[in-house]
């Protein structure tokens, strides 16, 4: 019988103090349900039981959960200064024109007035075009299909965040 040993990044991850480790989880989702439920399944043999925990805890978020969730993530092409996390996933906005940098910030505060939270989307490897064209379109929706959108988004960013952490060394 063969026995793989985890990835430097998720060893490293497994072996974080628990505080250490919250942290950063708290990084990859502001949801503490969410770290919390990922924090008690440690260790984690591979980095997809990782993700596959990441998921099954965002499924089971409650509203108010998935509401703190979203609460973490600065506004489309406004990251928060100093946060390299949301500027690196947000670089489709770094050098889009004024016009579409304003149009985007009218159209997110349209949408917070409808929705009351951030419009939130998977923006890695993404355009400022391509964004503004999406809140454009989710501004139609409904605020019950509009969550479920905001889940499957959550739990792109989740993922990515969650690579980010244990590829790294």
Known sequence: MTSTSPSPGLARFNQLEESAARAALLDACASTTWANRLLAARPYATADELY?????????????????????????????????????????????PEELRAEMLELNLAYQEKFGHVFLICATGRTGEQMRDAVKERLGNAPEREREIVRTELGKINRIRLARLVEED
Do not use: F, K
């Open 52 to 96: 596959t925990a990441g998921d099954a805890a965002l499924a089971g978020l409650s509203e108010a959960d998935l509401d703190e969730a979203v609460a973490g993530h600065p506004p489309i092409g406004r990251p928060r200064p100093g946060d390299p996390v949301s500027a690196r996933e947000q670089r489709g906005m770094a050098g889009a």
